[in-house]
């Protein structure tokens, strides 16, 4: 496929690179980053070693590249009001877009621009940083889920996929979307959160503090039960799941804690906002979500 990556950094970097290595014409994005991959490609360090990918182009924007058989969008939720604009020349009548950003409320950003049938989230249950121009870092594989914008598991839903897992990535797809937000933001409400509000932390060291270890359960607590609420059920498996992967991870600073510290937008919408208000809608109490993102934003305020 003719594949262009929206956002090279981190995450789109590292799928970029394994589209890559699977054989796809891809065309990577990135305002900062695309100098450095033009010319040396990308280093993708792994458990397994570290390997060099060349693309088949870097830009900073993707202009003249024409229709693209996937259009696979990681740049930050930040960036959404402007994105559109950026893909609309890279879509043809069968392009696939794939979201694979942080939090609620991405698909509906392209709708105007991809019909929905054709728009798939993924969610990635990864560890994957950004360590310098052109270097993405991958220290635990995780694994990824995808599910359509709307509806059932659909045509695109299983193109996603199926590229996904030829290249090497642990990946299914799911029936409902909004049922994997929910699973996913047990993890991202409460250590890129506390992360932030603890005055830029890393994740080691919230489960060393038993206060915020404690606030983190209460956090998923809540999560899981504004999920209830709208009808997907957060198993108690996956909640200590969240613990247990975390504490593998060692320092690590979560993507939010890193716009924090580097003095960037955070995506205070899709991770904390939305998930707030869509379980309030629901009929959930939520206090320590509201808190949270109060702090978050006092935080913010004061940088």
Aim: charge should be neutral; aromatic fraction near 4%; include cysteine.
């Amino acid at each position: 496929m003719k594949v262009a990556i929206v956002g090279a950094g981190a995450v789109g970097g590292w799928y970029g690179g394994l589209l890559a290595l699977a054989g796809h014409a891809v065309h990577a994005l990135s305002r900062s980053d695309h100098a450095v991959l033009s010319r040396h490609g990308l280093v993708m360090r792994g458990r397994d070693g570290e390997r060099t990918v060349r693309f088949a182009s870097a830009s900073p924007s993707g202009a003249g590249l024409g229709p693209c058989d996937l259009i696979v969008v990681a740049a930050k939720a930040t960036a959404n009001a402007v994105l559109p604009d950026l893909v609309r020349p890279l879509v043809g009548p069968r392009t696939v877009l794939l979201t694979l950003q942080n939090g609620m409320g991405n698909v509906e950003a392209f709708q105007a621009v991809v019909p929905l049938a054709r728009v798939v989230a993924g969610l990635c249950f990864v560890c994957i940083n950004r360590v310098e121009p052109g270097v993405v870092s991958n220290t635990h594989a995780g694994y990824v889920r995808m599910a359509a914008a709307e509806g059932p598991i659909n045509p695109a839903v299983t193109q996603c996929v199926e590229a996904f897992k030829a290249a090497g990535v642990d990946c299914r797809a799911e029936d409902s979307l909004e049922a994997v937000l929910w699973k996913k933001l047990c993890w991202n409400i409460p250590f890129n959160g506390l992360a932030i509000a603890a005055g830029g932390i890393t994740t080691d060291l919230i489960l060393a503090d038993p206060v915020l270890k404690a606030r983190a359960r209460r956090l998923m607590e809540e999560v899981r039960v504004a999920a209830a609420l709208r009808g997907h059920v957060v198993t108690e498996k996956h909640l200590q799941a969240q613990f247990d992967v975390t504490e593998g991870m060692g320092p690590y600073r979560p993507s939010s804690l890193i716009d924090y510290l580097e003095e960037r937008e955070v995506e205070v919408s899709g991770i904390w906002a939305e998930p707030l208000r869509r379980g309030l809608a629901a009929g959930a109490q939520m206090p320590e979500l509201a808190l949270l993102k109060q702090e978050i934003e006092a935080r913010l305020r004061a940088r």
